[in-house]
Protein backbone atom coordinates (compact mmCIF):
# COMPACT_ATOMS: atom_id res chain seq x y z
CA UNK A 1 0.00 0.00 0.00
CA UNK A 2 1.05 3.78 -0.21
CA UNK A 3 3.69 4.22 2.55
CA UNK A 4 5.37 0.87 2.50
CA UNK A 5 8.14 2.47 -0.16
CA UNK A 6 9.35 5.69 0.29
CA UNK A 7 12.16 6.47 -2.38
CA UNK A 8 14.22 9.40 -2.61
CA UNK A 9 15.40 10.43 -5.99
CA UNK A 10 18.45 13.47 -6.62
CA UNK A 11 16.95 15.51 -10.01
CA UNK A 12 19.41 18.05 -11.73
CA UNK A 13 19.52 19.52 -15.24
CA UNK A 14 22.69 20.83 -16.59
CA UNK A 15 23.72 23.99 -14.77
CA UNK A 16 21.98 23.82 -11.77
CA UNK A 17 22.10 22.63 -8.11
CA UNK A 18 21.31 18.97 -7.18
CA UNK A 19 17.30 18.57 -6.21
CA UNK A 20 16.65 15.89 -3.53
CA UNK A 21 12.73 14.82 -3.88
CA UNK A 22 11.81 12.78 -1.05
CA UNK A 23 8.72 10.18 -0.21
CA UNK A 24 7.91 9.25 -3.31
CA UNK A 25 5.68 6.65 -1.94
CA UNK A 26 3.96 5.03 -5.55
CA UNK A 27 7.22 3.69 -7.91
CA UNK A 28 4.68 4.39 -11.23
CA UNK A 29 4.89 8.12 -10.13
CA UNK A 30 8.78 8.45 -10.67
CA UNK A 31 8.41 9.40 -14.05
CA UNK A 32 5.53 11.92 -13.50
CA UNK A 33 7.90 13.30 -10.86
CA UNK A 34 11.16 13.66 -12.94
CA UNK A 35 9.14 15.06 -16.08
CA UNK A 36 7.75 17.46 -13.74
CA UNK A 37 11.12 18.23 -11.98
CA UNK A 38 12.78 18.61 -15.13
CA UNK A 39 10.27 20.84 -16.64
CA UNK A 40 10.48 22.74 -13.38
CA UNK A 41 14.24 23.35 -13.35
CA UNK A 42 14.71 24.08 -17.04
CA UNK A 43 11.95 26.70 -16.54
CA UNK A 44 13.91 28.19 -13.77
CA UNK A 45 17.20 28.56 -16.22
CA UNK A 46 15.09 29.92 -18.45
CA UNK A 47 13.62 32.43 -15.79
CA UNK A 48 17.72 33.23 -15.00
CA UNK A 49 18.36 33.97 -18.40
CA UNK A 50 15.29 36.55 -18.43
CA UNK A 51 16.78 37.99 -15.54
CA UNK A 52 20.38 38.15 -16.52
CA UNK A 53 19.39 40.72 -19.66
CA UNK A 54 17.93 43.07 -17.20
CA UNK A 55 19.75 45.60 -14.70
CA UNK A 56 18.36 43.81 -11.65
CA UNK A 57 20.21 44.96 -8.50
CA UNK A 58 20.39 42.37 -5.52
CA UNK A 59 17.93 43.92 -2.84
CA UNK A 60 19.66 45.96 0.00
CA UNK A 61 17.09 45.03 3.24
CA UNK A 62 17.54 48.41 4.77
CA UNK A 63 16.99 50.21 1.53
CA UNK A 64 14.25 48.21 -0.24
CA UNK A 65 12.15 46.79 2.62
CA UNK A 66 9.14 49.29 4.10
CA UNK A 67 6.50 48.54 6.55
CA UNK A 68 3.10 49.15 4.95
CA UNK A 69 0.90 48.37 7.49
CA UNK A 70 -0.75 51.61 7.53
CA UNK A 71 -0.92 52.22 4.01
CA UNK A 72 -2.58 48.71 3.75
CA UNK A 73 -5.12 49.71 6.31
CA UNK A 74 -8.33 49.54 4.01
CA UNK A 75 -7.20 46.96 1.78
CA UNK A 76 -10.18 44.97 1.20
CA UNK A 77 -7.92 41.70 0.59
CA UNK A 78 -9.08 38.69 3.33
CA UNK A 79 -5.78 37.87 4.05
CA UNK A 80 -4.06 41.49 4.96
CA UNK A 81 -7.60 41.91 6.86
CA UNK A 82 -6.78 38.85 8.66
CA UNK A 83 -3.02 39.76 9.44
CA UNK A 84 -4.11 43.35 10.55
CA UNK A 85 -7.27 41.71 13.16
CA UNK A 86 -4.05 39.82 14.60
CA UNK A 87 -2.37 43.01 14.75
CA UNK A 88 0.88 40.85 12.35
CA UNK A 89 2.88 43.28 10.59
CA UNK A 90 2.87 43.76 6.60
CA UNK A 91 5.78 44.57 4.49
CA UNK A 92 6.85 45.36 0.87
CA UNK A 93 9.89 44.12 -0.86
CA UNK A 94 11.53 46.13 -3.33
CA UNK A 95 13.50 44.73 -6.36
CA UNK A 96 14.42 47.21 -9.06
CA UNK A 97 14.45 46.59 -12.48
CA UNK A 98 12.47 42.99 -12.57
CA UNK A 99 9.13 43.70 -13.49
CA UNK A 100 7.36 40.60 -15.16
CA UNK A 101 9.67 37.99 -14.21
CA UNK A 102 7.85 37.11 -11.40
CA UNK A 103 4.91 36.22 -13.53
CA UNK A 104 6.71 35.44 -16.52
CA UNK A 105 5.95 31.42 -17.41
CA UNK A 106 8.36 29.72 -19.27
CA UNK A 107 6.37 26.31 -19.09
CA UNK A 108 2.90 25.93 -18.08
CA UNK A 109 2.32 26.98 -13.78
CA UNK A 110 6.60 27.29 -13.38
CA UNK A 111 6.75 30.95 -12.28
CA UNK A 112 9.80 32.53 -9.91
CA UNK A 113 6.60 34.16 -8.49
CA UNK A 114 5.06 30.83 -7.18
CA UNK A 115 8.61 29.44 -5.77
CA UNK A 116 8.42 32.51 -3.64
CA UNK A 117 4.48 31.77 -2.48
CA UNK A 118 6.27 27.77 -1.47
CA UNK A 119 9.11 29.45 0.39
CA UNK A 120 7.53 31.38 2.57
CA UNK A 121 4.87 28.54 3.46
CA UNK A 122 8.64 26.81 5.43
CA UNK A 123 7.72 29.86 7.40
CA UNK A 124 4.40 29.41 8.29
CA UNK A 125 2.83 32.50 5.74
CA UNK A 126 0.04 31.64 3.59
CA UNK A 127 1.28 33.05 1.00
CA UNK A 128 3.21 36.04 -0.68
CA UNK A 129 1.53 38.56 -3.25
CA UNK A 130 3.64 39.88 -6.28
CA UNK A 131 3.32 43.06 -8.55
CA UNK A 132 2.85 40.60 -11.96
CA UNK A 133 -0.29 39.39 -10.63
CA UNK A 134 -2.15 42.61 -8.71
CA UNK A 135 -4.32 44.29 -9.12
CA UNK A 136 -6.58 40.74 -7.88
CA UNK A 137 -6.94 38.64 -4.43
CA UNK A 138 -9.15 41.63 -3.29
CA UNK A 139 -6.23 43.96 -3.55
CA UNK A 140 -7.06 46.91 -5.82
CA UNK A 141 -5.11 49.88 -7.43
CA UNK A 142 -5.69 52.09 -4.83
CA UNK A 143 -3.96 50.15 -2.54
CA UNK A 144 -0.87 49.32 -5.52
CA UNK A 145 -1.03 53.02 -5.61
CA UNK A 146 0.10 53.60 -1.81
CA UNK A 147 2.48 51.17 -2.06
CA UNK A 148 4.48 52.11 -5.28
CA UNK A 149 4.44 55.50 -4.08
CA UNK A 150 5.85 53.83 -0.18
CA UNK A 151 8.50 51.56 -2.28
CA UNK A 152 9.16 54.76 -4.99
CA UNK A 153 8.37 51.82 -7.82
CA UNK A 154 10.03 52.91 -10.77
CA UNK A 155 8.42 51.43 -14.37
CA UNK A 156 10.40 48.61 -14.73
CA UNK A 157 10.42 48.24 -10.94
CA UNK A 158 8.42 44.99 -9.31
CA UNK A 159 7.50 44.55 -5.31
CA UNK A 160 5.91 41.69 -3.49
CA UNK A 161 3.71 42.15 -0.46
CA UNK A 162 4.29 39.85 2.44
CA UNK A 163 2.34 39.74 5.82
CA UNK A 164 2.83 37.81 9.06
CA UNK A 165 4.11 37.59 12.28
CA UNK A 166 6.73 40.05 12.78
CA UNK A 167 9.83 37.44 13.43
CA UNK A 168 8.09 34.46 11.44
CA UNK A 169 7.93 37.46 8.74
CA UNK A 170 11.70 38.60 9.13
CA UNK A 171 12.80 35.13 8.58
CA UNK A 172 10.77 34.69 5.25
CA UNK A 173 11.84 38.19 3.84
CA UNK A 174 15.56 37.15 5.03
CA UNK A 175 15.19 33.69 2.90
CA UNK A 176 13.14 35.79 -0.23
CA UNK A 177 16.31 37.87 -0.55
CA UNK A 178 18.65 35.05 -1.01
CA UNK A 179 16.31 33.05 -2.86
CA UNK A 180 15.95 36.19 -5.44
CA UNK A 181 19.63 36.48 -5.64
CA UNK A 182 19.83 32.70 -6.49
CA UNK A 183 17.51 32.91 -9.51
CA UNK A 184 20.06 34.51 -11.12
CA UNK A 185 21.74 30.95 -11.37
CA UNK A 186 18.82 29.25 -12.29
CA UNK A 187 17.49 26.07 -10.02
CA UNK A 188 19.03 26.16 -6.61
CA UNK A 189 19.96 23.49 -4.62
CA UNK A 190 17.09 22.41 -2.20
CA UNK A 191 14.82 19.85 -0.70
CA UNK A 192 11.32 19.02 -2.01
CA UNK A 193 8.55 16.49 -1.29
CA UNK A 194 6.72 14.63 -3.89
CA UNK A 195 2.72 15.01 -4.15
CA UNK A 196 0.59 12.77 -5.07
CA UNK A 197 -0.55 14.03 -8.28
CA UNK A 198 3.54 14.24 -9.59
CA UNK A 199 4.80 17.52 -8.75
CA UNK A 200 7.05 18.13 -5.76
CA UNK A 201 7.12 20.97 -3.73
CA UNK A 202 9.36 22.99 -1.88
CA UNK A 203 10.53 21.71 1.41
CA UNK A 204 13.80 22.76 3.43
CA UNK A 205 17.06 24.34 1.74
CA UNK A 206 20.13 21.86 1.37
CA UNK A 207 22.70 21.60 3.53
CA UNK A 208 25.79 23.93 2.05
CA UNK A 209 29.68 23.84 2.76
CA UNK A 210 28.65 27.08 4.97
CA UNK A 211 26.53 25.81 6.85
CA UNK A 212 27.32 22.35 9.18
CA UNK A 213 23.38 21.85 10.31
CA UNK A 214 20.48 22.13 8.09
CA UNK A 215 18.52 23.18 10.97
CA UNK A 216 19.77 26.60 11.38
CA UNK A 217 18.14 27.87 8.95
CA UNK A 218 14.38 26.83 10.77
CA UNK A 219 13.34 29.54 13.03
CA UNK A 220 12.28 28.15 16.22
CA UNK A 221 8.95 27.36 17.22
CA UNK A 222 7.35 28.33 20.88
CA UNK A 223 4.94 25.45 21.83
CA UNK A 224 2.71 26.68 25.17
CA UNK A 225 1.61 24.42 28.16
CA UNK A 226 -1.70 24.66 26.49
CA UNK A 227 -0.48 23.15 23.10
CA UNK A 228 0.98 20.28 25.04
CA UNK A 229 -1.76 19.21 26.98
CA UNK A 230 -3.77 19.39 23.70
CA UNK A 231 -1.35 17.35 21.94
CA UNK A 232 -1.62 14.64 25.23
CA UNK A 233 -5.36 14.56 24.72
CA UNK A 234 -5.03 13.81 20.75
CA UNK A 235 -2.32 11.43 20.92
CA UNK A 236 -3.43 9.03 17.41
CA UNK A 237 -4.46 5.57 17.83
CA UNK A 238 -2.01 2.62 17.03
CA UNK A 239 -2.21 1.26 14.04
CA UNK A 240 -3.30 -2.06 14.59
CA UNK A 241 -6.19 -0.26 17.06
CA UNK A 242 -6.72 1.39 13.89
CA UNK A 243 -7.28 -1.61 11.97
CA UNK A 244 -9.08 -3.47 14.34
CA UNK A 245 -11.65 -0.87 14.91
CA UNK A 246 -12.05 -0.35 11.16
CA UNK A 247 -12.99 -4.32 10.57
CA UNK A 248 -15.45 -3.85 13.24
CA UNK A 249 -17.49 -0.84 12.24
CA UNK A 250 -17.35 -2.09 8.70
CA UNK A 251 -17.37 -5.71 9.02
CA UNK A 252 -14.09 -5.91 6.55
CA UNK A 253 -11.88 -8.87 6.81
CA UNK A 254 -7.99 -7.21 8.12
CA UNK A 255 -6.54 -7.27 4.67
CA UNK A 256 -8.59 -4.86 3.25
CA UNK A 257 -9.09 -2.77 6.31
CA UNK A 258 -5.12 -2.26 6.14
CA UNK A 259 -5.58 -1.70 1.93
CA UNK A 260 -8.25 1.39 2.64
CA UNK A 261 -6.47 2.58 5.90
CA UNK A 262 -3.12 2.81 4.12
CA UNK A 263 -4.75 4.44 0.53
CA UNK A 264 -5.57 7.95 0.20
CA UNK A 265 -9.44 7.11 0.14
CA UNK A 266 -9.77 6.56 3.98
CA UNK A 267 -11.63 9.51 4.52
CA UNK A 268 -13.51 9.14 1.57
CA UNK A 269 -14.40 5.24 2.50
CA UNK A 270 -15.81 6.71 6.00
CA UNK A 271 -17.98 8.96 4.06
CA UNK A 272 -19.48 6.90 1.58
CA UNK A 273 -20.23 4.54 3.78
CA UNK A 274 -21.78 6.65 6.20
CA UNK A 275 -23.72 8.38 3.78
CA UNK A 276 -24.69 5.83 1.37
CA UNK A 277 -26.36 2.33 1.49
CA UNK A 278 -23.08 0.96 0.16
CA UNK A 279 -21.59 -2.43 1.05
CA UNK A 280 -18.39 -1.65 2.59
CA UNK A 281 -16.89 -4.51 1.37
CA UNK A 282 -17.71 -3.77 -2.40
CA UNK A 283 -17.05 0.42 -1.25
CA UNK A 284 -13.45 -0.76 -0.23
CA UNK A 285 -12.71 -3.00 -3.33
CA UNK A 286 -13.90 0.16 -5.80
CA UNK A 287 -11.42 2.56 -4.07
CA UNK A 288 -8.57 0.04 -3.27
CA UNK A 289 -8.71 -2.07 -6.19
CA UNK A 290 -10.37 -1.15 -9.42
CA UNK A 291 -8.96 2.28 -9.19
CA UNK A 292 -5.72 0.81 -8.60
CA UNK A 293 -5.90 -1.27 -11.30
CA UNK A 294 -7.17 0.83 -14.15
CA UNK A 295 -3.67 3.13 -12.82
CA UNK A 296 -1.68 0.08 -13.40
CA UNK A 297 -3.35 0.00 -17.02
CA UNK A 298 -2.07 3.39 -17.77
CA UNK A 299 -5.05 6.15 -16.85
CA UNK A 300 -4.49 9.15 -14.68
CA UNK A 301 -6.11 8.84 -11.04
CA UNK A 302 -5.55 12.07 -10.49
CA UNK A 303 -8.33 13.29 -12.91
CA UNK A 304 -11.02 11.32 -10.90
CA UNK A 305 -12.06 13.23 -7.90
CA UNK A 306 -13.89 13.10 -4.31
CA UNK A 307 -16.77 14.27 -6.02
CA UNK A 308 -17.33 12.17 -8.98
CA UNK A 309 -17.01 8.99 -7.21
CA UNK A 310 -19.37 9.81 -4.81
CA UNK A 311 -21.50 11.27 -7.10
CA UNK A 312 -21.02 7.37 -8.51
CA UNK A 313 -22.45 5.76 -5.76
CA UNK A 314 -25.35 7.93 -5.16
CA UNK A 315 -26.32 6.75 -8.53
CA UNK A 316 -25.56 3.35 -7.77
CA UNK A 317 -27.81 4.26 -4.34
CA UNK A 318 -30.22 4.81 -6.63
CA UNK A 319 -30.37 1.91 -9.12
CA UNK A 320 -29.65 4.46 -11.73
CA UNK A 321 -26.61 1.86 -12.64
CA UNK A 322 -25.18 -0.67 -11.31
CA UNK A 323 -21.72 -2.02 -9.81
CA UNK A 324 -20.67 -3.04 -13.08
CA UNK A 325 -20.99 0.00 -14.15
CA UNK A 326 -18.75 1.96 -11.76
CA UNK A 327 -15.97 0.90 -13.80
CA UNK A 328 -16.87 1.66 -17.12
CA UNK A 329 -17.83 5.39 -15.72
CA UNK A 330 -14.16 5.56 -13.79
CA UNK A 331 -12.24 4.39 -16.79
CA UNK A 332 -13.51 7.22 -19.20
CA UNK A 333 -12.86 9.76 -16.64
CA UNK A 334 -9.65 8.65 -16.10
CA UNK A 335 -8.98 8.47 -19.84
CA UNK A 336 -9.74 11.99 -20.33
CA UNK A 337 -13.02 10.59 -22.78
CA UNK A 338 -15.88 12.50 -20.02
CA UNK A 339 -14.88 15.13 -17.68
CA UNK A 340 -17.70 14.24 -15.34
CA UNK A 341 -20.23 11.12 -14.40
CA UNK A 342 -22.86 12.37 -16.56
CA UNK A 343 -20.83 12.44 -19.73
CA UNK A 344 -19.23 9.57 -19.03
CA UNK A 345 -22.88 7.73 -18.99
CA UNK A 346 -23.53 9.47 -22.41
CA UNK A 347 -20.04 8.15 -23.90
CA UNK A 348 -20.73 4.29 -22.51
CA UNK A 349 -24.19 4.59 -22.99
CA UNK A 350 -25.09 3.13 -19.71
CA UNK A 351 -28.25 3.04 -19.90
CA UNK A 352 -30.35 0.07 -18.41
CA UNK A 353 -31.77 -2.70 -20.40
CA UNK A 354 -35.28 -3.79 -20.12
CA UNK A 355 -36.17 -7.16 -19.66
CA UNK A 356 -37.07 -7.67 -22.58
CA UNK A 357 -33.58 -6.38 -24.12
CA UNK A 358 -31.62 -8.51 -21.95
CA UNK A 359 -33.65 -11.74 -22.37
CA UNK A 360 -32.63 -11.49 -26.69
CA UNK A 361 -29.44 -10.82 -26.03
CA UNK A 362 -29.40 -14.26 -23.24
CA UNK A 363 -31.20 -15.86 -25.98
CA UNK A 364 -29.13 -15.39 -28.73
CA UNK A 365 -25.84 -16.30 -26.32
CA UNK A 366 -27.55 -19.76 -25.53
CA UNK A 367 -28.22 -20.45 -29.32
CA UNK A 368 -24.22 -20.13 -30.34
CA UNK A 369 -23.56 -22.14 -27.55
CA UNK A 370 -25.31 -25.19 -27.84
CA UNK A 371 -22.57 -27.35 -28.04
CA UNK A 372 -20.68 -26.23 -24.99
CA UNK A 373 -23.90 -26.23 -23.26
CA UNK A 374 -24.81 -30.33 -24.31
CA UNK A 375 -21.15 -30.77 -23.65
CA UNK A 376 -20.60 -29.09 -19.98
CA UNK A 377 -23.99 -29.03 -18.72
CA UNK A 378 -24.52 -26.53 -16.07
CA UNK A 379 -20.88 -25.85 -15.96
CA UNK A 380 -21.21 -23.91 -19.10
CA UNK A 381 -22.89 -21.61 -16.78
CA UNK A 382 -19.56 -19.88 -16.02
CA UNK A 383 -18.56 -19.57 -19.62
CA UNK A 384 -21.64 -18.30 -20.86
CA UNK A 385 -21.60 -15.65 -17.96
CA UNK A 386 -18.43 -14.41 -18.97
CA UNK A 387 -19.63 -13.61 -23.13
CA UNK A 388 -22.76 -12.01 -21.21
CA UNK A 389 -21.38 -9.62 -18.93
CA UNK A 390 -18.96 -8.53 -21.88
CA UNK A 391 -21.90 -8.13 -23.94
CA UNK A 392 -24.02 -6.10 -21.68
CA UNK A 393 -21.14 -3.89 -20.07
CA UNK A 394 -22.88 -2.97 -17.32
CA UNK A 395 -26.40 -2.09 -18.57
CA UNK A 396 -27.81 -4.73 -16.22
CA UNK A 397 -26.74 -6.17 -12.86
CA UNK A 398 -24.73 -9.36 -12.35
CA UNK A 399 -27.24 -11.08 -10.04
CA UNK A 400 -29.85 -10.79 -12.66
CA UNK A 401 -27.56 -11.95 -15.68
CA UNK A 402 -26.58 -14.97 -13.68
CA UNK A 403 -30.30 -15.75 -12.71
CA UNK A 404 -31.72 -15.31 -15.73
CA UNK A 405 -28.77 -17.38 -17.60
CA UNK A 406 -29.02 -19.96 -15.22
CA UNK A 407 -32.74 -20.48 -15.93
CA UNK A 408 -32.26 -19.89 -19.64
CA UNK A 409 -29.44 -23.38 -19.48
CA UNK A 410 -32.23 -25.48 -17.65
CA UNK A 411 -34.66 -24.86 -20.15
CA UNK A 412 -32.70 -25.91 -22.81
CA UNK A 413 -31.00 -28.24 -21.22
CA UNK A 414 -34.68 -29.84 -20.15
Known amino acids: GIGTIRQDVNISVEGGGV????????????????????????????????????????????????????????????????????????????????????????????????????????????????????????????????VTEKLDIQNDDAFLIIAGEKISVGFAINSIINRIKLAKNGPPAETRAATQNGDTIFLRPRPGASRMYPETDIPTIKVTDEEIVEVRSNIPKSWEESIRELEEKYQINNQLAEQIFDSNYFELFEKICSEKQNSPNFVASILCSTITNLERSGLDSSLLN???????????????????????????????????????LENASIIQLTEEELDKILDNIIQNNTDKIKQEQMRALSGLMGLAMKEVRGKASGKMINQKLKEKIQKFLN
Open 19 to 146: IEVKGVQQLDQLEKIIEFEAKRQHGLKLISEKINQTKFTEINQKEDVFDITEEMQECNSKIVKKSIGKQDRIFGIRIKKLKGIFGFEPYSDIRLGKEIGQLVRFFGIGGVFHSDELPNYGIEDVDIKR
Open 306 to 344: DEQIMKTFELLEQEKINKESIQIIFEQIMSKKANDVLQA
